[in-house]
């Protein structure tokens, strides 16, 4: 299963993870059944704290979404089908208010942090929903709903949030989206460990 894929933090719990999620996906089943499925395998990966290096829970002052705010890449499917990243946020950064384009599950591993969900519209930018987050909370991301957001980071620590989305998100060209005016403009965040071809 994972030959040609990218797997780069390996682990049993890992690999247990992704066999059960490849396995739901590979039902052809709508996005929200498969989260739905997908949803218990998730909450014991984040609620487990053995598996993710210490080296995906830093910050990264080169990375391409700006603030220190490091995307680890730790899989990704040889097709670009899948992918699941750790997202690291610092002390009081907040991420562009972007668009991912998939479907899949987000959580949060270490940390809080405040979500600022919006509506598009036809050139405009609005706030539908403000929530936050505790490490272990997550959510299923199906578009267009909560596809737009930005988070920002509240606790003293840096934030890690895990998201499983299906496609390759930091190499796909996607959306920043200007918070005064809701003008959109190409974005791709990168990952800071992996190259994007």
Do not use: K
Request: charged fraction near 25%; include cysteine; hydrophobic fraction near 40%.
């Amino acid at each position: 299963m994972f030959e040609d894929d990218e797997l780069v933090a390996d682990s049993q719990r890992v690999r247990a993870f992704l066999r059960e999620t490849r396995a739901v996906l590979g039902r052809g089943l709508e996005p929200h059944e498969s989260c739905e499925l997908i949803r218990p395998h998730f909450a014991e990966l984040l609620a487990a704290d053995d598996w993710l290096p210490p080296t995906f829970q830093e910050s990264a002052p080169e990375s391409g979404m700006g603030g220190g705010i490091g995307q680890w890449l730790l899989y990704r499917a040889a097709d670009r089908s899948l992918s699941l990243f750790s997202l690291v946020v610092p002390r009081d950064a907040e991420t562009p208010i972007h668009d991912h384009l998939a479907w899949g599950l987000v959580g949060l591993y270490r940390g809080t942090q405040t979500e600022e969900i919006y509506a598009v519209g036809d050139g405009s930018l609005e706030l539908a929903e403000r929530r936050s987050l505790a490490a272990g909370d997550f959510y299923a991301l199906i578009p267009p709903a909560d596809d737009v957001h930005r988070v920002r980071t509240t606790s003293r620590e840096s934030s890690v949030s895990i998201h499983l989305l299906t496609n390759d998100t930091g190499c796909v060209w996607r959306h920043a989206y200007d918070a005064a005016t809701g003008e959109a403009a190409p974005f791709r965040s990168g990952y800071v460990n992996v190259a994007c071809d």
